[in-house]
């Protein structure tokens, strides 16, 4: 999971900075994560709940697609939000992911080149 909240650091900068490739290579490393985690992790209990993110992905893909700022912003909270709750729904409810407030890596330009 600690891979994914790299890519969900990144996507929010991607975004912020409006560099829609950027944002759309990141959403889609969180997916495959996502998909990794499914398919070679299906003894965990967790599994079960992460059903529960795809609709806030999916919505944050259209945003993405769409290259619409303001609705990136509203859907990537909803994901953050959605991250939080699965977190609570199988006891790693002292795991709370937050909106990033900076980069994190320093060694990377966000903006669209």
Same mark, same amino acid.
């Given at each position: 999971?600690?891979?994914?909240?790299?890519?969900?650091?990144?996507? @929010?900068?991607?975004?912020?900075?409006?560099? @829609?490739?950027?944002?759309?290579?990141?959403?889609?490393?969180?997916?495959?994560?996502?998909? &990794?985690?499914? %398919?070679?992790?299906? &003894?965990?209990?967790?599994?079960?709940?992460?059903?529960?993110?795809?609709?806030?992905?999916?919505?944050?893909?259209?945003?993405?697609?769409?290259?619409?700022?303001?609705?990136?912003?509203?859907?990537?909270?909803?994901? %953050?939000? %959605?991250?939080?709750?699965?977190?609570?729904?199988? &006891?790693?409810?002292?795991?709370?992911?937050?909106?990033?407030?900076?980069?994190?890596?320093?060694?990377? &330009?966000?903006?669209?080149?």
């Amino acid at each position: 999971m600690s891979v994914i909240q790299v890519h969900h650091a990144k996507l @929010w900068f991607a975004g912020q900075n409006q560099n @829609w490739e950027l944002a759309d290579f990141e959403l889609h490393e969180i997916m495959e994560a996502l998909d &990794d985690i499914k %398919t070679f992790n299906t &003894d965990r209990p967790e599994v079960k709940s992460l059903s529960m993110i795809y609709a806030p992905l999916d919505s944050l893909n259209k945003s993405v697609q769409e290259k619409n700022l303001s609705s990136f912003k509203s859907n990537f909270v909803l994901l %953050t939000t %959605t991250c939080n709750n699965c977190h609570r729904n199988t &006891d790693h409810g002292f795991n709370v992911i937050k909106v990033p407030d900076a980069p994190p890596f320093s060694n990377q &330009d966000f903006k669209h080149q």
